[in-house]
């Protein structure tokens, strides 16, 4: 088994593995998504109370950011890796058997925990590649990643839709005891870059956080992006039930193919964002992302515009994203871990909130509800880089 080296460069081949784990590792927190109204139905809960799996999944996964993230700079991240997909499998099986609303949460909230694996291998990818190769080879694991969201909502909404969403569940669990085989065989040990305890680790993330003002901007901005986001796929399935639509969970799945758009994106956009600067993709993501919820709003009743604004706000996400988490990680090279920690707690922190306003929203006004949490939180982020831009 081989070592890596920071900045010596990383294998085509273990940066598209990783890519591969990246993907199947993330899809474990949406599957959800499509799954809502047939899962509400089959176990008597209410909108709100059903809403309450994707929120408690998000609150799981920034924990596991703040928490289980880090150790990638002190702890052998192959062993980090195998660990979380163990129990990985085990949420995702209690979530299968789960028999009311506390089971279902339980294994919904261990499930975000443990799926935060791709955090751990996108600061790897960052600090063993050449400087040269960083944002393209950062963009492809980032592309397995988004290609694994836009996957697991169509997967789920057809194996839900065929089987029942059971059944999506055990599917997971055992694609995770494949990756988990995978990751055994392939994936070689990796130097730790910190040498202190895990409590001192902890104190110099908010370190980090308080010495570098630059990623709080760039982490509460995407923060608030990615809620806006995630609002849409949090009532997305209930709009689709009602009038003029009247679709099921395959319908809301086959929707997410839309989001190839944002995939692609970020596969092409590393190399432009050191030519035209983290502040322009962010200001256009924002444009993009309100232009989106525009769309929801005057085209509530039309599949085009639902399939535009999905399109339109993927993007968008993405350009926000991936210039604002690439520029973080290159504050502190020697910290790339706890970088990101900061970054994508803050940015899940977002997502939970843009999660459970628009849950809430769309109990007091519907679908307009909705579109006014995904707007809110959209100026949010505009604000954040205007605030930014006054201060300097």
């Known amino acids: 088994m081989y070592e890596l080296k920071a900045h010596a460069g990383i294998p085509r081949s273990l940066t598209l593995m990783l890519a591969i784990m990246a993907g199947i590792s993330v899809a474990n927190i949406y599957y959800c998504q499509p799954l809502l109204n047939m899962i509400r139905m089959d176990m008597g809960l209410s909108e709100f109370h059903v809403n309450l799996m994707p929120v408690l999944t998000q609150v799981g996964y920034a924990l596991g950011l703040l928490f289980i993230v880090p150790l990638g700079d002190m702890i052998d991240r192959r062993r980090i890796v195998l660990a979380n997909f163990s129990l990985l499998i085990f949420a995702l099986i209690t979530i299968y058997f789960s028999k009311n609303e506390g089971m279902l949460l339980a294994g919904s909230f261990v499930t975000g925990i443990c799926s935060v694996t791709p955090q751990i291998f996108i600061p790897m990818v960052s600090l063993f590649s050449k400087p040269d190769e960083k944002e393209l080879k950062t963009g492809m694991v980032l592309s397995g990643l988004l290609t694994g969201i836009l996957a697991s909502r169509v997967f789920s909404g057809l194996i839900g839709e065929w089987f029942g969403w059971r059944s999506m569940f055990l599917i997971a669990a055992a694609m995770m005891l494949i990756s988990t085989a995978i990751v055994f065989k392939a994936l070689p040990n990796v130097p730790t870059t ?25 982490s509460i901005r995407s923060g608030f992006a990615f809620g806006s986001f995630l609002a849409l796929w949090a009532c997305l399935a209930f709009r689709m039930k009602q009038a003029p639509f009247f679709q099921d969970s395959k319908a809301v799945g086959l929707l997410g193919l839309c989001g190839i758009a944002g995939a692609l994106t970020a596969s092409r956009i590393g190399k432009y964002i050191k030519r035209y600067g983290v502040e322009k993709f962010c200001n256009a993501g924002s444009l993009l992302m309100a232009a989106a919820w525009a769309t929801f709003y005057f085209g509530n009743s039309s599949y085009a515009a639902i399939v535009v604004g999905i399109i339109l706000i993927d993007i968008g996400m993405q350009f926000i994203q991936l210039g604002n988490q690439s520029s973080v990680m290159k504050l502190c090279p020697e910290a790339t871990s706890r970088m990101n920690t900061i970054f994508m707690t803050i940015y899940f922190i977002g997502g939970s909130l843009g999660t459970f306003l628009a849950g809430t929203f769309w109990t007091l006004w519907g679908w307009n509800g909705t579109v006014l949490a995904g707007l809110l939180l959209t100026a949010l982020s505009f604000g954040t880089t205007l605030i930014s831009y006054c201060r300097k």
């Open 194 to 218: 910190y040498r202190g305890t895990f409590f001192t680790m902890l104190k110099s993330i908010g370190e980090l956080f308080l010495r570098f003002p630059q990623a709080r901007i760039f």
